[in-house]
């Protein structure tokens, strides 16, 4: 009945069987050799319609399965796809590695991923589609950024392992043999950054990996560059190893049970513990870290490192105090731990309060943590954030709507405000940049040689300066930019469990005002305006 020609179609002597219409020549086909042929309807119907028929009509052709291979945008993925033959000669993997050498892919590529989609041609039925990834190109791996390895116990580690008695209670005001070291002592190594791995796309291009960032090992007082490894930091001095940013520094370290009247003020060149009290209007000033295992009421402590208190910093009102008319004062270089505040003045890099701030007036240069370390739940009523760049707290404001101040991101005022003065003095150099051109052009028509000469090296030198300096300028300016976008970036307030009534939130020069209670939720600058957006875990 059928019959196949040289050119893969499949003919019908109509003559010899004279079907009656279409449907018996399909029903015909799908029971003959011929079944997975793709059918030609239109040669068909186009023989019941002609009042003068062919003596043989075609019904259906061969096709050949058919591959081919698309790339991704950004060539970092090729995907095949296959039709499945009609009848047809399937596709073998020599032909189909072709294919893929021809679409360009050079890399990535893994034959079972190939093989896998072949397969396909024994399990799909004739003319179905299937696609599969058949090369991967490989992302860049950034390089580790350096990073510090400590060598001894500093002075916060210590104190953050208090001496367990033989009964299996805690002593929370021994902390065991005072961490100190002698000269010599290796105190911190830098792990340099790693180069990163190349990445590559299907096609074979490279993609460069960026290095891990690196810093200067920094030797802090008492301490100093080992002479025989320069990734090596070791103490000059005997004393107390404290953590300074990308190093360390080693501190002489004073021990008092109370500051009150009978000790007087302490003033310290180094690191200063205090293992009871700071009492009422007492002094400590420490060049090193401060440390307190008791509290401090209505005291006043500046170190020029860190400040530990591991009870209540408790203050009152009092206008002729200090500008914040508080009692209580304390200010760090570094960052400073308080269980509870109350009434106090607190400024550092960071300030860290475990469980509540009652009316405090708080100043960070990057966050300000009400509450535990991991989810913190503290409590921040009243007072004023004078300026930070994130603040965290469990509960923010208080129900009852009491006014409170928090300002995040004030520093960039002060940047703007830079920014302008610099585009004046850039302003102010270039006119004279344009006088000096002026002069040139007059200097140009002298004629005497000599004076010619002379003047054209004098305006040169000013021209020069002038030149630096709006160099100078340029830079200076974009790089406050580069700070003030960052800053606005990173600047937040999270409050984990409520932000409530009253709390006026300062982003920058943008305000928003609180005239009710939010569950969970975040604030931060999107757009030029304070979005509040609520948590969902």
């Known amino acids: 009945m059928f019959k196949l020609a040289h050119n ?30 793709e059918i030609d309807r239109d040669s068909i119907d186009a023989f019941f319609k002609s009042e003068f028929p062919e003596k043989q009509l075609v019904v259906a052709k061969k096709v050949d399965a058919q591959l081919t291979i698309e790339l991704s945008d950004d060539k970092m993925t090729a995907t095949a796809h296959l039709v499945t033959a009609k009848g047809g000669a399937m596709i073998n993997l020599e032909k189909a590695k072709k294919a893929i050498i021809n679409a360009g892919v050079s890399r ?18 004739a003319g179905s589609n299937a696609k599969g990834i058949i090369a991967q190109g490989r992302p860049p791996q950034d390089g580790q950024p350096a990073k510090l390895v400590a060598h001894v116990v500093t002075m916060r580690e210590r104190l953050k392992q208090p001496k367990l008695r033989e ?12 961490a100190s070291v002698a000269p010599g002592t290796l105190l911190v190594s830098k792990q340099p950054p790693t180069p990163g791995k190349e990445g590559f796309t299907v096609v074979g ?81 420490a060049k090193g870290d401060i440390t307190v295992m008791g509290s401090v009421e209505s005291g006043e402590l500046i170190s020029g490192g860190h400040i530990d208190v591991k009870q209540a910093v408790i203050g009152h009102l009092d206008h002729q ?76 404001g208080s129900e009852s709507g009491a006014k409170m101040i928090v300002r995040l991101a004030r520093h960039g005022v002060e940047l703007t405000q830079e920014t302008d003065e610099c585009l004046k003095a850039l302003s102010k150099t270039s006119a004279q940049l344009n006088t000096l051109q002026q002069t040139i052009e007059k200097a ?23 030149c630096q300096e709006a160099e100078a300028l340029e830079k200076k300016m974009s ?32 305000v928003f005002k609180t005239t009710r209670s939010y569950p969970p939720c975040t604030a931060a600058l999107v757009e030029g305006k304070i979005e509040i957006e609520f948590k969902t875990s």
């Open 321 to 396: 105090n200090n500008d914040q008319g508080l009692t209580c004062c304390l200010v760090a270089q570094g960052d400073i731990h308080i269980a509870h505040g109350q009434y106090c003045y607190l400024e550092a890099n960071n300030v860290y309060i475990a469980k509540q701030s009652n009316h405090c007036t708080i100043k960070a240069k990057q966050l300000v943590q009400i509450g535990a370390d991991d989810n913190p739940r503290g409590k921040l009523i009243g007072g004023e954030v004078l300026d930070t760049q994130m603040l965290v707290a469990g509960e923010i």
């Open 8 to 37: 893969g179609n499949v003919l019908l002597d109509v003559a010899q069987l004279n079907p009656p219409n279409a449907a018996f020549i399909i029903e015909a086909l799908e029971r003959s050799p011929y079944a997975d042929c």
């Open 444 to 466: 140009d028509l002298l004629k005497d040689p000599e004076k010619k000469k002379q003047l054209m090296a004098k305006i040169g030198a000013t021209q020069m300066h002038y």
């Open 108 to 125: 990535g590529y893994k034959q079972a991923y190939l093989e896998k989609i072949l397969q396909k041609q024994l399990e799909l039925p």
């Open 205 to 285: 291009d490279s993609i460069e990996a960026k290095e891990g960032d690196d810093f200067e090992l920094t030797a802090g007082e008492g301490t100093e560059i080992s002479a025989s490894n320069p990734l090596e930091l070791v103490a000059s001095i005997a004393g107390c190893p404290s953590d300074i940013q990308n190093g360390m520094r080693v501190d002489d370290v004073f021990t008092i049970k109370d500051v009150d009247v009978r000790s007087g003020h302490v003033d310290f060149n180094g690191s200063v513990i205090v293992t009871h009290t700071v009492g009422p209007g007492m002094k400590v000033k």
């Open 479 to 510: 790089d406050m930019e580069s700070q003030l976008n960052e800053l606005l970036e990173n600047s937040k307030l999270v409050a984990n469990q409520a932000l409530n009534p009253g709390v006026e939130i300062h982003i920058f020069d943008r």
């Open 167 to 178: 009964d299996g209670s805690v002593d929370m005001r021994d902390f065991g043999k005072l």
